[in-house]
C-alpha cells in the first residue's frame, strides 16, 4: 500500500484545510495511506510582530518546503495566499483544488456594517493590504494590528478590545464557523490577496507518481485565475509587507478579467487596474505594468524602505 507523508501546519484551520485534501484523495485512491506531518513555522512562532516586519511572503511556508527537500514529506498543503509568486527551484504546486469565497469579511460589535461603524472605530487587522482599503473608503477609523488564529481573532473582538476585525471568508467557511459575519466586503471596497480562497498543494517537480495523484484535484479555472493574480504579483515583486491585492474571475471561453490594486499603507493613495485577456501570466503583467505607469512604483519602493528601517 502506497504512504504518502503530507505537510501541514499545526493551526487549526490549516489541519482542517489539510484533512479536506486528504479525504478528497482517498476518495480518489482509496487504497493509499496519508500520514499528517505537523511543522511549526516561522509565521506561527511570531505573534506578537505583524507579517510585515517579520519578513512577509514564505513566513508560513519555508520549513514546510524544507520538508519536501529532506523528503520527509511527499506534498504539503498551504493557504495560496501564504506562498510567495516565485517557488524555489525543484517545488511545484501540483494541484489547485476550487477556490472558495475569496471576499474579506468584517465582523463587528452588534452586527454593524462598515458604513455603520462609529466615527473613530477601532478596526483590528494584520494586513497592509485590509488596512490600506479600509482607510481608503472610511478615513476616519483606526487600525490596529491582530495576529493570532481565528478564534484568538475572535476572542478579542469579544473582550471589547475592538469594534470590528477583518478576516478571510474563505478560512471561516472552512472551519465551519457558526457565528454572525456582519458583512461580507465588496471587492470594490476591499480587493482579496493573490490567491485569497485557494489552497495550493505543492511538491517535488520530478516526483511523477505524487503529481499524477495530486493533477486529479486539480480545477483549471481556479487555476488560470490564480495564475494571472500571482504572475501580477510577481512581476510587482511583492509580498506581505506591502499593500497588493489582486482578483481574477474566469468568463466565457476562458476569458480572465482581472482588477490589480497598490496602495500606500495609510490608505491616501490607492492604484487599481482592470484588464481582459485569455493569457494569465501576459494578463497579471499588463496589469501591473498599468499600475507602476499609474504611479505604484514610488508607493511600493517607499513602503519597502519604510520595512527595512
Not at 32 to 61: C, N, P, Q, Y
Not at 119 to 125: M, P, Q, S, Y
Not at 156 to 182: H, M, P, Q, V
Not at 200 to 211: P, S
Request: charged residues 25%.
Amino acid at each position: 500500500m502506497k504512504k504518502w507523508n503530507v505537510g501541514t501546519r499545526r493551526s487549526r484551520l490549516a489541519l482542517i484545510q489539510t484533512n479536506w485534501v486528504v479525504d478528497r484523495l482517498k476518495e480518489i485512491a482509496p487504497e493509499a495511506d496519508f500520514a499528517l506531518h505537523e511543522i511549526v513555522t516561522k509565521g506561527d512562532r511570531i505573534l506578537d510582530v505583524t507579517l510585515s516586519k517579520v519578513g512577509g511572503k514564505g513566513l508560513f511556508v519555508k520549513e514546510i518546503e524544507q520538508s519536501l527537500y529532506d523528503k520527509e514529506t511527499d506534498f504539503a498543503v498551504h493557504s495560496l495566499k501564504d506562498m510567495p509568486a516565485e517557488l524555489p527551484e525543484g517545488l511545484v504546486i501540483g494541484a489547485i483544488p476550487k477556490r472558495v469565497d475569496p471576499r474579506d469579511v468584517l465582523l463587528s460589535k452588534d452586527g454593524k456594517t462598515l458604513d455603520e461603524l462609529p466615527e473613530g472605530a477601532i478596526v483590528g487587522t494584520s494586513s497592509l493590504r485590509r488596512a490600506a482599503q479600509l482607510m481608503a473608503y472610511r478615513p476616519d477609523i483606526q487600525i490596529e494590528s491582530l495576529r493570532g488564529n481565528i478564534d484568538t481573532r475572535m476572542r478579542k473582538l469579544a473582550e471589547g478590545n475592538f469594534d470590528g476585525i477583518i478576516l478571510a471568508a474563505a478560512g471561516l467557511e472552512r472551519a465551519s464557523f457558526d457565528g454572525t459575519i456582519s458583512q461580507y466586503l465588496p471587492v470594490e471596497i476591499s480587493l482579496p490577496a493573490v490567491g485569497q480562497g485557494a489552497l495550493a498543494i505543492e511538491c517535488r517537480a520530478d516526483d511523477t507518481e505524487t503529481l499524477e495523484l495530486l493533477r486529479q484535484l486539480d480545477h483549471q479555472p481556479t487555476r488560470l485565475a490564480v495564475t494571472a493574480e500571482r504572475s501580477f504579483l510577481h512581476k510587482l515583486q511583492g509580498g506581505c509587507q506591502v499593500p497588493i491585492g489582486a482578483y481574477a474571475m474566469i468568463g466565457e471561453g476562458d476569458l480572465i478579467t482581472m482588477t490589480g490594486m497598490v496602495g500606500s499603507p495609510d490608505g491616501k493613495q490607492m492604484f487599481k487596474n482592470t484588464a481582459s485577456g485569455t493569457d494569465p501570466v501576459a494578463l497579471g503583467i499588463q496589469v501591473a505594468e498599468a499600475l507602476l505607469a499609474q504611479g505604484a512604483g514610488e508607493v511600493l519602493a517607499q513602503v519597502l524602505r519604510e520595512n527595512e528601517q
